[in-house]
C-alpha cells in the first residue's frame, strides 16, 4: 500500500516568515495530494490540493508544487500568521480507489 | 449547508461495554470513510464504504470492530467488547462520487476507562 512520510515533525517561524512542509509517497500510482490542516480539538480541514498532471497551485498565502519525477510534494506558507498555528498532514491517494494515506503531521508554530 | 455530523461528540465507558459511533454524511455525497487519530498512530483509515458498500475494511483493527451503512445517509462504527486502546478521537468524512476531496466530522472522542 501507500506510504506517505511528512518533514518535518514540528516547525517554528517566526510571523511574517514562510514555512515549507516535504512529503514523499512511495505508490507512482498516486496522482492526488491534499493537504489537511488541523487546529487543537477540531477537525482535519482540506486546505490546498494538487493532482498528478499539476506542477504548482497557489491560493492565496498557500500553495504546493508536486515532482512526480522524485514522488516528494511540498507546501509553502507564506506570510505566516499566528492563525496559521496548527498541525498540517498531506495525504496521497491512488488512481485505483479513493482512500487517502495520511503522513504522520507536522506542528508549526508561528512566534508572534 | 449541513456538514459531515457525528455522534455523539464525546463518550466515555468503561472496558468491556459496547459503544457505537454515528455518522451522518453531507448529503449527495455517495462514499463515506471512517478514522481513527491517536498520538501515537496519526489518522488510521479503518473502513469505507461507497454507495453504501463497504468496499475496503484493511484497517479494521480486529474482530471487536464493525461498520454498517444501511443508507445514504446513516452510518455506525461499533466496538464490542471495547478496550482501553480503542481510546481515540474517530472521524467520519464523506466525498462526492468520483471525487477525492473529503470533508471530516467534527469526530467522537472516546475514553475507555
Known amino acids: 500500500g501507500e506510504n506517505v512520510e511528512q518533514h518535518p515533525s514540528t516547525l517554528s517561524v517566526q510571523e511574517g516568515d514562510s514555512a515549507v512542509i516535504k512529503c514523499t509517497y512511495s505508490?507512482?500510482?498516486?496522482?492526488?495530494f491534499p493537504w489537511y490542516k488541523q487546529e487543537l480539538g477540531k477537525r482535519p480541514q482540506l486546505i490546498i490540493d494538487?493532482?498528478?498532471?499539476?506542477g504548482e497551485k497557489k491560493d492565496q498565502r498557500i500553495a504546493v508544487t508536486l515532482n512526480k519525477t522524485a514522488k516528494h510534494f511540498s507546501l509553502h506558507i507564506t506570510e505566516t500568521q499566528p492563525e496559521d498555528s496548527a498541525v498540517y498532514f498531506c495525504a496521497a491517494s491512488s488512481v485505483y480507489d479513493y482512500k487517502l494515506s495520511f503522513g504522520a503531521g507536522t506542528t508549526v508554530t508561528v512566534r508572534a | 449547508d449541513a456538514g459531515v455530523i457525528q455522534s455523539p461528540r464525546h463518550e466515555v465507558t468503561e472496558m468491556g461495554q459496547e459503544v457505537t459511533l454515528r455518522c451522518k454524511p453531507i448529503?449527495?455525497?455517495?462514499?463515506l470513510f471512517w478514522y481513527r487519530q491517536t498520538m501515537m498512530r496519526g489518522l488510521e483509515l479503518l473502513i469505507y464504504f461507497n454507495n453504501n458498500v463497504p468496499i475496503d475494511d484493511s484497517g479494521m483493527p480486529e474482530d471487536r470492530f464493525s461498520a454498517k451503512m444501511p443508507n445514504a445517509s446513516f452510518s455506525t462504527l461499533k466496538i464490542q467488547p471495547s478496550e482501553p486502546r480503542d481510546s481515540a478521537v474517530y472521524f467520519c468524512?464523506?466525498?462526492?462520487?468520483?471525487?477525492?476531496?473529503?470533508?471530516f466530522g467534527p469526530g467522537t472522542r472516546l475514553t475507555v476507562t
Open positions: 505508490d507512482s500510482a498516486s496522482n492526488y
Open positions: 448529503s449527495g455525497h455517495n462514499s
Open positions: 494538487i493532482r498528478s498532471n499539476v
Open positions: 468524512a464523506s466525498s462526492l462520487a468520483g471525487s477525492h476531496e473529503q470533508y
